[in-house]
């Protein structure tokens, strides 16, 4: 049954900000139902959400419906949209992640008792969460006990992962001819001074977390200048920052003020996108359970998931899944037919805990 569902739902391209195809498909397979309500939104052209919701949950399921795209098709062995089962392998773009989990959450709406558990089928994951920070803000999520991102976990839980953040800065001079330079205000001087000050400086931004070892920044690219012959009237830096739990976008805001003031540079600040970190720690209720169905101890992963953002509004949440994310957002992305059923037999026996 999985395998089938997992074969529509890769057939179904949901990448590059539409989603339409696989929110449609869902909202037909589950509207019928009694128990549930049916929301559907669309956080952006193109992009849905889908939220199956009972009346009280205390629990949510929690699976995205887009993947990365494709890439070159040449590095495939067959069309990323047809799941080619191969020596127990499920291949194809989306199979590990996330549809296998949309299809695991599927099969338990339709065989468990879900009276108390909502599910939440949000798009653009993969672009900064912005389908599930929709769905927080639209206060249509209820404030449940536990909210678990079905995401490849190797059918470990996640109890902390770092966040992500991508700040810019501008830098802005006045153009001339380079032939007069002291007319003008060169703009790749006045990042090169940020930069330079940066580079001191940043080892007394970094704290330590007892799970995931240090926050980090990387000063990923730098733009600036049209042609040597005139004097640069724009530079621009991203840095992407992976936080700690507690680390907030404002915090930042303020931090990278500080230091384009300190180095005596002027810059406008952006933050282009915002994902917290999530640490379970301390809540031990739901984690206990699922950890023993499991057979492994608890872990911490390197990759964000929107436990995050669900940890940021107040819900515990963790991280749990089959498959190997090593696989995820390549050619020919797999998971094996064992390991998901294993993990729908997991969730069967936590089902009876709820
Ligand atoms: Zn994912």
Not at 19 to 26: K, M
Not at 87 to 103: E, M, R, S
Not at 295 to 311: L, R
Request: charged share 20%; hydrophobic share 40%; aromatic share 8%.
């Amino acid at each position: 049954m999985i395998i089938d569902t997992l074969r529509e739902l890769v057939s179904m391209p949901s990448f590059g900000g539409n989603e339409v195809l696989i929110a449609d498909y869902l909202v037909a397979k589950l509207q019928s139902h009694k128990t549930h309500r049916v929301v559907v939104q669309n956080y952006a052209e193109g992009g849905r959400n889908v939220l199956i919701l009972p009346p009280v949950p205390r629990i949510i399921l929690d699976a995205h419906l887009d993947t990365v795209p494709p890439g070159n098709l040449e590095n495939w062995t067959a069309s990323p949209f047809a799941l080619v089962e191969k020596q127990g392998q499920l291949i194809g773009l989306g199979a590990l992640d996330d549809k296998v989990n949309i299809a695991i959450a599927l099969e338990l709406f339709e065989t468990m008792d879900c009276h108390q558990v909502g599910f939440v089928f949000c798009g653009g994951e993969e672009t900064a969460g912005d389908g599930l920070a929709f769905a927080l803000k639209s206060g249509q999520i209820p404030a449940v006990e536990l909210a678990i991102a079905m995401e490849p976990t190797n059918a470990q839980v996640i109890t902390a992962h770092k966040g992500v953040g991508w700040v810019k800065l501008v830098f802005r001079g006045k153009a001339t001819h380079a032939s007069t330079p002291e007319k003008g205000e060169n703009a790749i001087e006045k990042a090169l001074r940020f930069g330079e000050y940066f580079l001191h400086h940043k080892s007394s931004l970094i704290k330590q977390h007892a799970l995931l070892g240090s926050n980090s920044f990387n000063l990923g690219t730098i733009n600036g200048g049209t042609v040597p012959n005139v004097v640069p009237e724009r530079c621009e830096m991203q840095i992407d920052i992976r936080t700690l739990p507690g680390q907030i976008e404002a915090d930042f805001g303020a931090m990278f003020e500080q230091l384009v003031k300190a180095s005596g540079s002027e810059a406008e600040i952006v933050t282009e996108a915002f994902a917290p970190a999530m640490d379970y720690s301390g809540k031990s209720k739901w984690l206990n359970k699922l950890r023993d169905l499991s057979g492994k101890e608890t872990s911490t992963v390197t990759f964000w998931s929107h436990s995050g953002f669900y940890e940021a509004a107040g819900i515990p949440s963790l991280v749990f899944g089959p498959g190997d994310i090593r696989s995820a957002h390549q050619p020919n992305e797999q998971i094996a037919v064992a390991e998901a059923e294993r993990v729908l037999g997991i969730w069967r026996e936590f089902f009876k805990y709820i």
